[in-house]
């Protein structure tokens, strides 16, 4: 006699599935929710809401009223200024840490106009001690807020590093704060005037307790290359052919340590001392007057990125009121297809053997 049984491989469809959640349910009522989780712990997400769910009943409304008083805010964990036993990786002397382009506007002086509101982007790190977690970064912003009412300069910058720096209980500290500064700039021959914007920073740096005061500018100019102004005069005065020698956009970064007792160096101080180094400065508004003086001007005035580096040394060692110094300069040729590029440093300051390798990279006028 042949006996048909059902095959026991086969896949229980929706009804069968349905029937044995029930089964489950119905064991769960009377179970404990220890035997629950002896079972599965998974189990306990297919039975709803009822008793033997050993998971909270979360609030999913937002409590608009609620106030965290003091005593509460006790209770909150605080993970960054926990003990050296949840430091992960090496205990190792982090030289700064912190936050980069927490950005708010600030007012600063200027030589000629009073003050400027210009949107800022501060850097603010702070040293960490090996047996240190972390920090909490919260409180460089609350120290910017603290003095952000008030009209910057280094004296202000030093006062919220002392903020922060205490708050942080920490030994060494940086601030770098940079905006785009706007000064008025006349056309050469036209009588228009516009406009030009600098890329400024200031920073100020505390190192094993000796501060020092740091000035950044983006001089952006035009480079006409001496080689190939006299080639093009070569062939137009030998062989009658028309030639124009090449130029091209380029970029100086000067960076300045101030004398802390000399008077103030004035954002257009260092950029009157880059135009006498270099009067080729990019023009704002131009008519055909203007833009045949700004060739006249590039012919008298030809340099290879080794000249300008040279020339912008020459302005900042004759002021008094700088101390170490660095200028890195980039041509961005339009003969070949890379750059021309020079990096000149007085001083111990700026002093490196090695280079960020986009530093040259970075000499970019947006525009």
């Known amino acids: 006699m042949n006996i048909q049984l059902p095959s026991l ?49 979360l609030s999913r409304h937002y409590p608009q009223g609620f106030v965290a008083d003091e005593a509460y805010r006790a209770t909150l964990p605080d993970l960054q200024n926990g003990p050296a036993s949840l430091i992960r ?6 030289q700064h840490v912190g936050i980069s382009n927490f950005r708010l506007p600030l007012r600063f002086h200027t030589r000629d106009n009073g003050d400027l509101t210009l949107e800022t982007s501060v850097t603010g790190t702070v040293s960490l001690e090996a047996d240190k977690k972390g920090i909490n970064m919260s409180r460089i912003m609350r120290s910017f807020y603290a003095h952000a009412e008030r009209t910057f300069s280094f004296e202000v910058i030093e006062a919220a590093l002392d903020d922060y720096k205490s708050d942080l209980d920490s030994f060494d500290a940086r601030i770098q704060m940079r905006f785009s500064f706007p000064m008025k ?22 190192t094993a307790g000796t501060r020092k005061k ?19 005069e070569h062939a137009r005065s030998q062989r009658g052919q028309l030639a124009t020698p090449h130029s091209q956009r380029s970029v100086a970064r000067i960076s300045v340590a101030l004398d802390p007792d000399a008077p103030c160096l004035w954002f257009e101080d260092l950029i009157d001392a880059c135009r006498r180094a ?8 131009v008519k055909r007057e203007d833009e045949q003086a700004f060739a006249e001007l590039n012919a008298a005035n030809p340099i290879f990125v080794e000249d ?15 101390g170490d110094f660095r200028v890195v300069a980039s041509h961005q040729e339009s003969l070949h297809s890379h750059d021309a590029v020079s990096l000149l440093v007085e001083g111990e300051t700026f002093a490196a053997e090695s280079l960020d390798p986009r530093l040259f990279a970075s000499l970019i006028h947006a525009g």
Not at 186 to 206: F, K, N, T
Not at 278 to 285: D, K, L, N, S
């Open 185 to 206: 700039v006349d056309s050469l021959r036209s009588g228009l005037a516009g406009y030009q914007y600098y890329d400024i920073a200031l920073e100020l740096v505390e």
């Open 214 to 232: 740091i000035m950044h500018l983006d001089y952006v100019y035009s480079s006409t290359c001496p080689c190939s102004l006299e080639l093009s």
């Open 278 to 285: 270099v009067p080729t400065e990019t023009q704002v508004m």
């Open 308 to 322: 300008a580096v040279r020339l912008f040394c020459a302005e900042l060692q004759a002021d008094q009121r700088i």
């Open 9 to 57: 491989d086969r896949a229980p469809d929706q009804k069968a599935a349905a029937a044995a959640l029930d089964v489950l349910r119905s064991w769960a009522v009377s179970a404990s929710p220890e035997e629950i989780a002896q079972l599965d712990p998974a189990i306990a997400r297919l039975l709803g809401g009822g008793a033997s769910n050993s998971y909270p009943d």
């Open 89 to 94: 990786g090496a205990k190792q002397h982090i």
